[in-house]
């Protein structure tokens, strides 16, 4: 029992320290994912502005507006695992759980040449390989104000050669729009040989 709960805790030491590996060699794909320098390096639709909140500027959207960049993807980057991640506050948390108002991430997974400048607010005429949703990508807060991470992992194609990631701000039908404010700080666009190494930069982002 004792050799057992030894080789436990050796095995969940290394998972830990492989975990901390990975955090350490990640690379953002991301340009100003913090918005330090303003909006440089996205594109912007309907109300969307970068704000100074308590000091931080952070990426912020009213009105369905949205936030969206480009990355091409390096060489060697197919049959991996890409994430997507940022954190997410809305000044609006619904009590009947509806999602108007709150901040999600979301993305294209374009082939090669596929990547080109167009207005979000028209939609994207050329051809998707995935449609990047679902998962954790809706804020998940409970209160108005608190931030939460939201994050996607999805495997990348052969054919991919580009990701467009997008900021928006979630509606249902029949619960319209108020003004409030859906916030994003913290974002990354990352590559991982595995989906488990995905999961564990996940669990220790902080």
Known sequence: MV?????????????????VDTAAQA?????NPEADLGDQHWRAWGEASVEDV???RVFVLREKGSFYQDVVLPEGSGRMYALLIGRGSSERVNPDGAITGLPYLYGYMLPAGGVRAVNPGAGYGGRVLEYLQGQ????SAKRAGAWVVMSGIFWVPE?????????????RRGVP??????RFDDLG??????????????????
């Open 136 to 139: 954790d990508m809706l804020c």
């Open 159 to 171: 054919e991919a050669g580009g990701i467009r990631f997008f900021l928006n701000q979630a509606e």
């Open 3 to 19: 050799r057992l709960r030894v080789l436990l805790s050796m095995s969940l030491l290394c998972l830990s320290l492989a975990a």
């Open 189 to 206: 666009l990352y590559l991982f040989p595995t989906a488990q190494e995905a999961r564990a930069f996940v669990a220790q982002y902080d």
């Open 177 to 182: 729009q108020n003004g409030s404010a859906a």
């Open 27 to 31: 690379v953002n794909l991301l340009q």
């Open 54 to 56: 308590d000091g931080n």
